[in-house]
């Protein structure tokens, strides 16, 4: 089964690291997007690059920015192939965001 990992965390979480913590956590994504395990994976563009798209009674109405303002945003997903949820909980569990005050929403992907 398929699995969406959304990675979100607040914008700048590893200006706070060192160079080389950023650098092993970059290697950890890496390591993900080399697992055989990982579909399609994407870093995402900051929040404030964001448009939104909404059609009202017949009109599109763009705004910019992302759709909800909160602390933390979407900053990439990964689409996994796992056994099950289990399989795919222990996956995001890996990923730095996770452990570093982020948080990886999964998700079933429906398959038509």
Sequence with gaps: MQYA???YAEPGLGEGLSDVERE???AEY???AEDTRCVADAQLEPAETATCVRVTGGRTLL???PFAD????LGGLCLIEAADLDE????????????LGGVVEVRPVVRH
């Design 24 to 26: 092993a956590v970059r």
């Design 70 to 73: 909160t602390k933390e945003v």
């Design 88 to 99: 795919a909980l222990e996956v995001a569990a890996r990923l730095p965001a996770a452990r």
């Design 63 to 65: 705004t910019d920015g």
């Design 30 to 32: 890496s390591a993900l």
């Design 5 to 7: 990992l959304m990675i």
